[in-house]
């Protein structure tokens, strides 16, 4: 059984920072493409950032660029997202998602918020 659990969401002030963890099982980990993507209410789905296999290389939506990194630690089945300089535009759930040759599977998501 697949399995992606996301944890570190939160509630943060403006300008704060937050670590995502989500830790994935039932799949060979090192074999997938992570991402992590988020949904505000009364929006779309949409894409955060995504990291290779390998995490040689990465991708950014356009709205976090230089105040998140993704990254991925292979040896503990585990993506990251460190969201630095948090605006309340970035309040919401947040999703990790693994693609792979065996399909794709999403978390059940951890809720972001950003107030003051």
């Known amino acids: 059984q697949v399995q992606l659990v996301e944890s570190g969401g939160g509630l943060v002030q403006p300008g704060g920072s937050l670590t995502l963890s989500c830790a994935a099982s039932?799949?060979?980990?090192?074999?997938?493409?992570m991402s992590w993507h988020r949904q505000a209410p009364g929006k779309e789905r949409e894409l955060v950032a995504g990291i290779t296999t390998a995490g040689g290389k990465t991708n950014y939506a356009d709205s976090v660029k230089g105040r998140f990194t993704i990254s991925r630690d292979n040896t503990k089945n585990t993506v990251y997202l460190q969201m630095n300089s948090l605006k309340p535009e970035d309040t919401a759930v947040y999703y990790c998602r693994a693609f792979g040759l065996g399909g794709g599977y999403w978390g059940q998501g951890t809720q972001v918020t950003v107030s003051s």
């Open positions: 039932g799949i060979t980990f090192s074999h997938y493409v």
